[in-house]
C-alpha cells in the first residue's frame, strides 16, 4: 500500500509542477513590473521541483519497475522541450510575414528593437528588467528614409522617421530624452 501511495503522491508531483513550470514559463512574458519576479522565481522552482521529482521517478522506474511513472515522465519531458524549445512561439512567427530588417538599440537600463517584415508591417519592443511593450503598424520607406505609422498608441520614446544606412537606424529631428541608434542585424530589402 505504501508503494502504490508513494508513486501516486511522485505521479501527481510530476504533473503538477509540469502544468505549473510551463504555465509560469510562458507567463513571464505577460506579467509586468515586479510580478515579473514572482513568476520568474516561482518558475525556478517548479523547475527544480519537476527536475527533482523526474530524476526520482526514472530512479524509481529503474529500480523498482515502477511502470506507471512513465506516463508523468513523458509529460515532464515535454514541459522541459515546450520551454527550452519554444515551439508555439516559433510556430506563431512562422505565420507572420518574413523579416526583411532587424535592428535593436541598448541603453543603461532598457533595451529597444524595431523588426520590419515584408508585408510593409513593423513591431517596435521596448523593455527593461521588470517591464515590456510592443508596439505595431505599417511602415514605407523613401530613398533612405523610413516613415512609421503606428496602428495603436505611438511610443513616446521614438520618432516616426528613421533615417536608414548600411550598418544602422537613426532617428531624424528626435528631441526626445533618447536618441536611438539602432544596429542593424538583418537587412534584406531590395534597394
Known amino acids: 500500500m505504501s508503494t502504490i501511495t508513494n508513486e501516486f503522491k511522485i505521479r501527481t508531483i510530476i504533473i503538477v509542477s509540469a502544468i505549473l513550470y510551463v504555465i509560469l514559463n510562458h507567463l513571464i512574458f505577460i506579467v509586468d513590473g515586479i510580478n515579473v519576479l514572482y513568476t520568474f522565481f516561482g518558475a525556478i522552482m517548479m523547475?527544480?521541483?519537476?527536475?527533482?521529482?523526474?530524476?526520482?521517478?526514472?530512479?524509481?522506474?529503474?529500480?523498482?519497475?515502477?511502470?506507471?511513472?512513465?506516463?508523468?515522465?513523458?509529460?515532464?519531458?515535454?514541459?522541459?522541450?515546450?520551454?527550452?524549445?519554444?515551439?508555439?512561439?516559433?510556430?506563431?512567427?512562422?505565420?507572420?510575414?518574413?523579416?526583411?530588417?532587424?535592428?535593436?538599440?541598448?541603453?543603461?537600463?532598457?533595451?529597444?528593437?524595431?523588426?520590419?517584415?515584408?508585408?510593409?508591417?513593423?513591431?517596435?519592443?521596448?523593455g527593461g528588467f521588470l517591464t515590456s511593450e510592443e508596439y505595431r503598424g505599417k511602415y514605407y520607406i523613401e530613398n533612405d528614409t523610413i516613415s512609421l505609422n503606428f496602428s495603436n498608441k505611438k511610443p513616446i520614446d521614438l520618432n516616426t522617421k528613421l533615417l536608414i544606412s548600411e550598418w544602422f537606424i537613426q532617428e531624424l529631428d528626435s528631441t526626445q530624452k533618447y536618441n536611438h541608434k539602432f544596429e542593424i542585424t538583418l537587412n534584406e530589402i531590395k534597394p
Not at 56 to 66: E, L, M
Open 47 to 126: 523547475f527544480l521541483i519537476l527536475a527533482s521529482s523526474s530524476f526520482y521517478g526514472i530512479y524509481r522506474i529503474i529500480k523498482f519497475k515502477a511502470s506507471n511513472l512513465k506516463t508523468p515522465l513523458i509529460i515532464s519531458l515535454l514541459a522541459f522541450l515546450i520551454t527550452f524549445f519554444h515551439p508555439v512561439e516559433r510556430i506563431i512567427e512562422k505565420t507572420k510575414s518574413p523579416r526583411v530588417l532587424f535592428a535593436y538599440c541598448e541603453h543603461t537600463m532598457y533595451s529597444v528593437s524595431i523588426n520590419f517584415r515584408e508585408d510593409s508591417s513593423f513591431e517596435y519592443r521596448t
